[in-house]
């Protein structure tokens, strides 16, 4: 017969969060189950028929028990039959005997990936620290080749930064001859009228300080040249050190973590970790980042040395230069002082016809306000008889031959007033013309000899010898 055991793994579960007395192996199904009636057995039976003939009970099945003792019979026919017994107790058996085989296995497979990763592990760890130890001497070579590119770039600031001062120094000694020149463009400005005449002197003198001024404004864009050159090297050498800075913590960091074991102190659990990536380069564009630092430096301290040599040979031009000016200022003045003497002796002459001409010009304007005044007395009889002849009445009011002619008189006293007046203003401008002349003339006559006094001793008493450093001049 087969049997109805099932193993207690295999046995199903009505719930997963309750489970039934009912599904127990060691109970029958329906131990606990609900009554049934059959309605083929009759009421009378105190038990139903067995299902064979092994399980039958003959001794006890011809005795009729009360029907209240229904349940109690009953459960002799619901309990395990021998072959049960014996199917579960194999049953276990063979479960045990799985159960034990898959542990060992599972123990044995445990055992081997232990011994596996922990290879793994180490393998990993030597591996890591052999990587560092590389690291590490990248690190330390680069390091290396930046703090000498640093050290290379500051001597360069150094040399660049005494040109600078030197090239500064023959910016302060320029002012000395700029301003003897503006000095005797001043002094010139106190000649008077005709005096003031652009000359030659007056010409290279501007030349000079023109010169001068452009020598000095090249000197300032230098300057300026080279400050902006050492801004470009500070900022190399910023560069420079913020990486050599960054690669001795790297280095320092990495040392500590090559030097980290299993026994060390301070490691930890630090969770996720892993997951954090705040990288911002890989090993190439590491290095070429610190090669392009030192490239970068490289080039500027090329750029430098140019701005040296440009700094000397702008010294020497300028020198040359402000020399040469200063000698041609000093002839154009011994020329210009034989000038004077003979314009002096012209300006006397006309001077003494303007005087003439003053004279006779004030004769002419008075006699020209007297014959307007003059005008006055007939101007007033006329329009005194025309308001006269206003007040006649009525058609006596005659626009007769009379009226015409006092009309006529009228503009024509007017018409010969505003003539000798227009004369007069012509007469009187032309007379201040000639007052004007005449100042001027006699201005230039009492000027030449203050003029001749400025050339000769205010300027050229100043420019004897040329106020210029012995120091720069060698330079």
Request: hydrophobic share 35%; glycine share 2%; with cysteine.
């Amino acid at each position: 017969m087969q049997s109805s055991f099932q193993p207690y793994e295999t046995y199903p579960n009505t719930t997963p969060l309750r489970r039934s007395l009912t599904t127990l192996p060691w109970r029958a199904s329906n131990y606990y189950g609900t009554a049934r009636v059959n309605s083929a057995v009759p009421n009378a039976y105190s038990m139903p028929e067995p299902h064979s003939e092994k399980y039958s009970l003959t001794q006890v099945d011809s005795i009729k028990v009360p029907p209240i003792f229904a349940a109690a019979r009953d459960s002799l026919y619901t309990r395990y039959t021998p072959n049960d017994w014996t199917v579960s107790n194999l049953g276990h058996h063979f479960v045990a005997d799985k159960v034990r085989v898959g542990s060992e296995r599972v123990r044995l497979d445990a055992s081997r990936l232990c011994r596996e990763l922990d290879d793994k592990t180490k393998r990993a760890q030597e591996d890591i620290g052999k990587k560092l130890g590389d690291r590490l001497g990248d690190i330390d070579y680069w390091r290396t080749e930046v703090k000498h590119e640093t050290d290379n770039i500051l001597t360069e600031i150094e040399s660049l930064d005494r040109a600078k001062a030197a090239l500064e120094k023959v910016l302060v000694e320029t002012e000395n001859p700029l301003k003897i020149a503006t000095e005797c463009l001043y002094n010139r400005e106190k000649r008077q009228g005709i005096d003031l005449v652009h000359d030659d002197v007056e010409r290279v003198l501007i030349k000079e300080v023109d010169n001068i001024k452009q020598c000095q404004e090249d000197i300032r864009r230098m300057i300026q040249t080279a400050n902006n050159q050492i801004s470009l090297d500070r900022a190399a050498q910023h560069e420079l050190e913020k990486d050599l800075g960054d690669k001795i913590i790297a280095h320092r960091l990495d040392s500590v973590a090559h030097q980290l074991r299993n026994n060390s102190r301070g490691i930890n659990f630090y969770e996720g970790i892993e997951r954090i990536d705040n990288t911002v380069s890989v090993p190439l564009s590491w290095a070429e980042f610190s090669n392009n630092n030192i490239q970068r430096s490289k080039s500027e301290r090329l750029a430098t040395v140019n701005v040296r040599r440009n700094i000397e040979q702008l010294m020497n031009r300028v020198a040359e230069s402000i020399g040469d000016n200063w000698n041609n200022v000093n002839a154009a003045f011994a020329d210009r002082i034989k000038e004077y003497v003979d314009a002096r002796n012209r300006l006397q002459n006309h001077l003494a016809k303007v005087l003439q001409e003053i004279f006779d010009m004030e004769k002419n304007i008075e006699l020209m306000k007297k014959c307007i005044q003059e005008k006055e007395a007939p101007m007033q009889v006329a329009q005194t008889r025309l308001v006269t002849r206003v007040r006649r009445p009525n058609v006596e009011a005659c626009r007769d031959v009379v009226q015409h002619r006092l009309v006529e008189e009228v503009y024509e006293i007017g018409e010969t007033v505003e003539q000798l007046r227009t004369k007069l203003r012509e007469s009187e401008m032309a007379l201040q013309r000639l007052l004007r002349a005449k100042v001027s003339l006699e201005h230039d006559l009492a000027v030449k000899n203050n003029s001749i006094l400025v050339d000769r001793e205010k300027c050229l008493g100043t420019r004897k010898t040329l106020p210029w450093s012995s120091m720069v001049a060698v330079y």
